[in-house]
């Protein structure tokens, strides 16, 4: 009875979706929604629809793949232990053709519904994040999460894409903006399980160049961010709404680095104001996002 529960079909449900990091997910969906949203012109919305579906079943694709690939260092890491795969739910074939499935189906339906430019670009953001990231950066340099933030910044630029059918360079500063938004939301949470890391031999940051240089590094990235999320108003890109908005949480981001970059963390202390930091930075990038679709729409309407 207990075994025929263990394989009943919402259990394997749930480990599959499990596999796509539906956290994750959340904020890439929302990041390549807004991007969409904001972008000029306009899109049909079964287009929107599908456009939004692909990169959200595209980015679960390469969450699957990355996970295939880790399953033994995930299963070193408390933080990771109980995911399918570590856990023994669910044998590594089954994640690794789902990854491939998921990936391929999504950059199809991408190109047929809304052009093969933005599906040229999700199909190297699945490879960017599955293969340059997990499988050749991450195990080899502590300038993993630099390098390969560009994964989880491509999301607005495929969005933008879909509607414009081009490149231009405000979809591009979305894009670098998540890249330079990355190292420090990520070093923030790298800092309080880097005992995980160093566990299973990955070179993150705090465990190969120390905290201090960890903390610093996080502080010199928020302030870059500052005003490079302030371009897209300084250009014409946005209206007001948006640079005023984005000053004011780039200072309250700015402020919470400074904490976490010029502190020296003592053992048993909690690390307060790092788990702050990272909380923030989620936040942060959800409502950076958000002002700037509301501020293509208060254009529209006339009211700036």
Known sequence: MESARTLSLPAEWRDFFALTKPRVMTLV???????????????????????????????????????????????????????????????RESARDFGFALSGGSVLVMGLANGWLPAAILAFSIFYY?????????????????????????PPLIGWVAVTGHITLMPVLLFLIIFFWTPPHFWALALFVQTDYAKVGIPMMP???????????????????????????????????????????????????TKVGLRRSVPGDGMLPEKRLFAFSILYLFALFAVLVADRFATLQGWQ
């Open 207 to 257: 465990v190969v160049a120390g905290e201090a240089s960890t903390r610093r590094q996080i502080l010199i990235y928020a302030a870059l961010l500052l005003p490079l999320a302030l371009v897209p108003w300084m250009i014409g890109g946005t209206g007001v709404v948006y640079g005023a908005s984005a000053l004011l949480l780039g200072i309250v981001f700015l402020a919470l680095s």
């Open 29 to 91: 969906i929302f990041t390549g929604l807004c991007g969409l949203l904001a972008a000029p012109g306009s899109i049909h919305p079964v287009l929107a629809f599908t456009a939004i579906l692909c990169i959200a079943v595209g980015a679960g694709g390469a969450a699957a793949l990355n996970q295939w690939w880790e399953a033994d260092i995930d299963a070193g890491m408390k933080r990771t232990a109980q995911r399918p795969l570590p856990a023994g739910r669910m044998e």
């Open 130 to 154: 599955a293969w340059i990231y997990t499988v050749w950066l991450k195990p080899r340099t502590p300038q993993n999460i630099v390098i390969g933030g560009g994964a989880g910044a491509f």
